[in-house]
């Protein structure tokens, strides 16, 4: 797990969630955990916020970042094309 991937996630709901990981390959293997942003529910045309940030049709949430198990990351389903992991990172920068 690294940098731009995307997995579905247990993050204790209703249902799994899927996620999009923030932090490092090299931090999630020492902390068996991984710092993530999840998808945030509606349509990416109501995406106004700075904090919110669309990728590949899908809205994350930027000011909801969380860590989580490793083990709660069940299965990897896209990677973030590199762009839009720089839009990530101009908005955690933008909400700090």
Same mark, same amino acid.
């Given at each position: 797990?690294?940098? =731009?991937?995307?997995?579905?996630?247990? !993050?204790? +709901?209703?249902? /799994?969630? /899927?996620? !999009?990981?923030? &932090?490092?390959?090299?931090?999630? /293997? !020492?902390?068996?955990?991984?710092?993530?942003?999840? +998808?945030?529910? =509606? &349509?990416?045309?109501?995406? !106004?916020?700075?904090? *919110?940030?669309?990728?590949?049709?899908?809205?994350y949430a930027v000011d909801h970042v969380r860590s989580v198990p490793a083990e709660r990351l069940l299965k990897l389903i896209d990677r973030a094309p590199a762009?839009?992991?720089?839009?990530? *990172? /101009?908005?955690? *920068?933008?909400?700090?």
């Open positions: 797990m690294d940098v =731009g991937d995307v997995y579905d996630a247990d !993050l204790n +709901e209703d249902r /799994r969630r /899927r996620v !999009l990981v923030i &932090s490092p390959a090299r931090f999630n /293997r !020492l902390a068996g955990r991984a710092v993530v942003i999840p +998808e945030q529910h =509606g &349509s990416p045309d109501d995406v !106004l916020d700075p904090w *919110r940030v669309v990728v590949d049709d899908t809205v762009a839009a992991v720089n839009t990530i *990172r /101009r908005a955690m *920068r933008a909400i700090t």
